[in-house]
C-alpha cells in the first residue's frame, strides 16, 4: 500500500495513512498525461473567432467603376479581399477546439500525475483545515506554514465545495482550490505541492479506483 504523510495546520506530520496502491502509486504515463492535458487546455478555446467572407461584408451589387478607360485596374466589386473593407480570405471562423477523451483515460492520467507528486514528496493530506469566516490573512499564514514555498504553485483539495475556502484564497497568489470530484491531471501537474484535506482522500480513490 503506498502511503500519504498527514499535516496539521501547522505542517507538522500528525500520522501515516495508507492508501490505495492504483490511485496513489500507479505507473508513470506520460504520453497518456500530455494527451489529457493537451485536450484539457483545447477546450478552453472558445472558438468564437470569425472574419467576414466577400459574401458577408456589405456593398457590391454592380461594378465600382467602368471596365476601360479610367487607367485603374479592373474591378468587379468594392467585396474583393484586394479592396479596402472588402471580405477576408481564408480567414478564421468558428469552430470546436475539443479533443474527445475516453474518462477512462482522464483517471489513469490522473492517477499517474497523483502518483508523481507523492513519491516526489509534493503531495500531503491535510488535516485541520477549517475556516470559520471569509478572510485571506489567515488562510495566506496557514498556507505559509503548511508550504514554505508558498511562491510556488499550490493546490489544495477538498471534498465537497468549500466557499468560505474558496472565497479566502481567490487573492492569494498561485493557490488553487479544488473538490476530490473536479480536479484534473491538469490542475496536479500545474501545482508544485498538493495538500489534499483527510475526508477528501477517500472521495478521490472511490472515484478514481
Same mark, same amino acid.
Given at each position: 500500500?503506498?502511503? #500519504?504523510? /498527514? /499535516?496539521?495546520?501547522?505542517?507538522?506530520? @500528525?500520522?501515516?495513512?495508507?492508501?490505495?496502491?492504483?490511485?496513489?502509486?500507479? %505507473?508513470?504515463?506520460?504520453?497518456?498525461?500530455?494527451?489529457?492535458?493537451?485536450?484539457?487546455?483545447?477546450?478552453?478555446?472558445?472558438?468564437?473567432?470569425?472574419?467576414?467572407?466577400?459574401?458577408?461584408?456589405?456593398?457590391?451589387?454592380?461594378?465600382?467603376?467602368?471596365?476601360?478607360?479610367?487607367?485603374?485596374?479592373?474591378?468587379?466589386? @468594392?467585396?474583393?479581399?484586394?479592396?479596402?473593407?472588402?471580405?477576408?480570405?481564408?480567414?478564421?471562423? %468558428?469552430? *470546436?477546439? *475539443? @479533443? %474527445? =477523451?475516453? +474518462?477512462?483515460?482522464?483517471?489513469?492520467?490522473?492517477?499517474?500525475?497523483?502518483?508523481?507528486?507523492?513519491?516526489?514528496?509534493?503531495?500531503?493530506?491535510?488535516?485541520?483545515?477549517?475556516?470559520?469566516?471569509?478572510?485571506?490573512?489567515?488562510?495566506?499564514? =496557514? #498556507?505559509?506554514?503548511?508550504?514554505?514555498?508558498?511562491?510556488?504553485?499550490?493546490? =489544495?483539495?477538498?471534498?465537497?465545495?468549500?466557499?468560505?475556502?474558496?472565497?479566502?484564497?481567490?487573492?492569494? %497568489?498561485?493557490?488553487? +482550490?479544488?473538490?476530490?470530484? *473536479?480536479?484534473?491531471?491538469?490542475?496536479?501537474?500545474?501545482?508544485?505541492? /498538493?495538500? #489534499?484535506?483527510?475526508?477528501?482522500?477517500?472521495?478521490?480513490?472511490?472515484?478514481?479506483?
Amino acid at each position: 500500500m503506498a502511503v #500519504i504523510s /498527514i /499535516i496539521d495546520t501547522q505542517g507538522n506530520v @500528525i500520522t501515516q495513512r495508507e492508501v490505495k496502491e492504483e490511485v496513489f502509486n500507479a %505507473p508513470e504515463r506520460e504520453h497518456l498525461v500530455y494527451e489529457v492535458v493537451r485536450a484539457l487546455l483545447a477546450s478552453h478555446h472558445s472558438g468564437l473567432h470569425k472574419t467576414k467572407t466577400r459574401g458577408e461584408v456589405s456593398g457590391g451589387g454592380r461594378k465600382p467603376y467602368r471596365q476601360k478607360g479610367t487607367g485603374n485596374a479592373r474591378h468587379g466589386s @468594392i467585396r474583393e479581399p484586394q479592396m479596402r473593407g472588402g471580405g477576408v480570405v481564408f480567414g478564421p471562423q %468558428p469552430r *470546436d477546439y *475539443d @479533443i %474527445p =477523451i475516453p +474518462v477512462k483515460k482522464k483517471r489513469l492520467a490522473l492517477c499517474s500525475a497523483l502518483s508523481d507528486r507523492l513519491r516526489n514528496q509534493r503531495l500531503f493530506g491535510l488535516a485541520g483545515l477549517k475556516v470559520e469566516q471569509i478572510k485571506t490573512k489567515p488562510v495566506a499564514q =496557514i #498556507i505559509n506554514r503548511i508550504n514554505p514555498e508558498s511562491s510556488k504553485n499550490t493546490l =489544495i483539495i477538498t471534498r465537497d465545495v468549500d466557499k468560505r475556502l474558496v472565497l479566502s484564497t481567490r487573492n492569494i %497568489p498561485n493557490v488553487k +482550490v479544488r473538490t476530490s470530484a *473536479d480536479v484534473n491531471a491538469y490542475d496536479v501537474l500545474w501545482a508544485y505541492k /498538493i495538500f #489534499i484535506q483527510e475526508d477528501a482522500i477517500s472521495s478521490l480513490e472511490e472515484r478514481l479506483s
